[in-house]
C-alpha cells in the first residue's frame, strides 16, 4: 500500500513538474503580438529622430512615425497603452521581422527591391529624398558631387542613402554609424564634413539645434517608406494598408506631420497613394 502511494505521489510531482514546463511556452505560443503578451502589440521604430521617432527623457515616444504606428495599432485593436515599442535600428529591422520580435516596424522604412525579399510593406506613407547636411558656416559642400573633394560623408550602416552613396560616389569617403544621431554629432565636432539621410531625418535634426546646422542641394532619390511586416501576412497588410488610408483621409496624417515635422520648416506634403 505504501508502495502504491509512494506510485501516486511520484505520478503527481512528474504531472506538475511537466505542467511548469510547458506553461511558459503555452503563454510564448499564444503572444502572437510579436514577441509580447497576446494583449499587446510590440511595435519597433528608431529612438534618436527628432520629429519622426524618439524616446524622450521621461520615456515616452513621440514623431510623425511614432504617431502613424500608434493610429495603425488602434486601427487593430490596440490603445496606445497596449503598445510595447522596441528600438528598430536599420542594420536590424529584417531580422527583428523574420523572428517575431515585433509585429511591424514604422522607422523611416524605405521600401526597396532587396528589403522586399526579406519582408513585405505595407503604405507607403511617407515620401521623401535623400539630402545633406553640413555645419552652417560651412560653405565648400552645395550637393552630392561636392563630397569627391576628400570630403567625409556619415550615414548609418544598413540604411539605404549609406547604400546609395557607396553604388553612386565610391570616391566619397563614407563612414558608416550605428545611428544619425551620432553621426550629428561628429558633423558637430567636426569629425565628418556632412551627414547624409532623408531630408525630414535631416530637418528633424536640424531643428533640434538651430542655427548649428543646415540642408543643402537638392534631394537626390526618391524615399517610400514604408511599414515593414512579417514576409506573406497578406491579411495584416492589408489591414495596415486601411489603416493608413483611413488616416490620411481623415486629416489625422496631415495633423501629425504639421505637429512632428512643421517646426522643422518642412511644408506638409500630400499624403502618397497607398499601394494595393
Not at 569627391?148 to 553612386?168: F, H, M, R, W, Y
Amino acid at each position: 500500500m505504501a508502495a502504491m502511494s509512494q506510485l501516486s505521489l511520484s505520478k503527481r510531482v512528474i504531472g506538475a513538474v511537466a505542467l511548469a514546463i510547458a506553461l511558459p511556452f503555452a503563454a510564448t505560443a499564444c503572444g502572437g503580438s510579436g514577441g509580447g503578451d497576446s494583449d499587446k502589440i510590440v511595435i519597433g521604430t528608431k529612438y534618436d529622430q527628432p520629429g519622426l521617432a524618439m524616446k524622450n527623457p521621461n520615456g515616452t515616444m513621440s514623431g510623425f512615425d511614432v504617431d502613424v504606428a500608434t493610429y495603425v495599432a488602434g486601427e487593430l485593436g490596440y490603445a496606445p497603452d497596449k503598445i510595447q515599442w522596441k528600438e528598430a535600428p536599420s542594420a536590424q529591422r529584417e531580422n527583428l521581422i523574420q523572428n517575431d520580435q515585433v509585429k511591424f516596424i514604422a522607422a523611416t522604412y524605405s521600401i526597396t527591391d532587396s528589403r522586399a525579399e526579406k519582408v513585405d510593406f505595407a503604405g507607403p506613407y511617407l515620401i521623401t529624398g535623400q539630402s545633406l547636411l553640413v555645419r552652417s558656416d560651412s560653405d565648400d559642400i552645395t550637393g552630392e558631387a561636392s563630397l569627391e573633394n576628400n570630403k567625409i560623408l556619415c550615414s548609418v550602416a544598413g540604411s539605404t542613402p549609406a547604400q546609395k552613396i557607396k553604388d553612386k560616389y565610391p570616391g566619397v569617403q563614407l563612414q558608416q554609424y550605428d545611428t544619425y544621431s551620432a553621426c550629428v554629432e561628429a558633423l558637430k565636432n567636426g569629425a565628418v564634413d556632412a551627414v547624409t539621410t532623408d531630408e525630414v531625418i535631416l530637418a528633424g535634426y536640424a531643428a533640434q539645434s538651430p542655427g548649428a546646422f543646415k540642408i543643402v542641394g537638392e534631394p537626390f532619390s526618391e524615399e517610400r517608406y514604408g511599414i515593414g511586416l512579417k514576409k506573406g501576412d497578406s491579411e495584416l497588410r492589408t489591414k495596415i494598408n486601411d489603416a493608413l488610408k483611413k488616416m490620411e483621409d481623415s486629416g489625422a496624417w496631415k495633423e501629425a506631420f504639421d505637429k512632428n515635422l512643421g517646426p522643422a520648416g518642412i511644408s506638409t506634403p500630400q499624403p502618397p497613394p497607398i499601394d494595393k
